[in-house]
């Protein structure tokens, strides 16, 4: 069975940093895409960033320069680093692993709980 755990959400002033992590278990981050996507309550769900398995990413164009994907395939874990947060940028933010390499959730078959990201002006 595949489980997706994000961590490391929280609340943060304008301009600063946190690191999101999302174990997974029950298959291998190497062999599919991981990808982050973030919704606040009645939006729909949004592409932040995906990488591939030779680790190529893309970015939603709100958070290039800010953000950055990566993973350890060894551990089996997926990042988020998010730096010079904005108040926009509060929202749930979900781990995802699919078969495309594309921002969109239809491609994602396994999906974490969420964690929440609040930036405070």
């Known amino acids: 069975q595949v489980h997706l755990v994000e961590s490391g959400g929280g609340s943060v002033q304008a301009g600063g940093s946190l690191r999101l992590s999302c174990a997974a278990s029950g298959y291998s981050s190497s062999s599919v895409y991981m990808a982050w996507f973030r919704q606040a309550p009645g939006k729909e769900r949004e592409g932040v960033a995906v990488?591939?398995?030779?680790?190529?990413?893309v970015y939603a164009d709100s958070v290039k320069g800010r953000f950055t994907i990566s993973k350890d395939n060894a551990k089996n874990t997926l990042y988020l680093q998010m730096n010079s947060l904005e108040p926009e940028d509060t929202d749930m933010y979900y781990c995802?692993?699919?078969?495309?390499?594309?921002?969109?959730?239809?491609?994602?078959?396994?999906w974490g709980q969420g964690t929440q990201v609040t930036v405070s002006s």
């Open positions: 990488i591939d398995r030779d680790g190529s990413t």
């Open positions: 995802a692993g699919g078969y495309g390499f594309i921002l969109a959730s239809w491609a994602y078959r396994y």
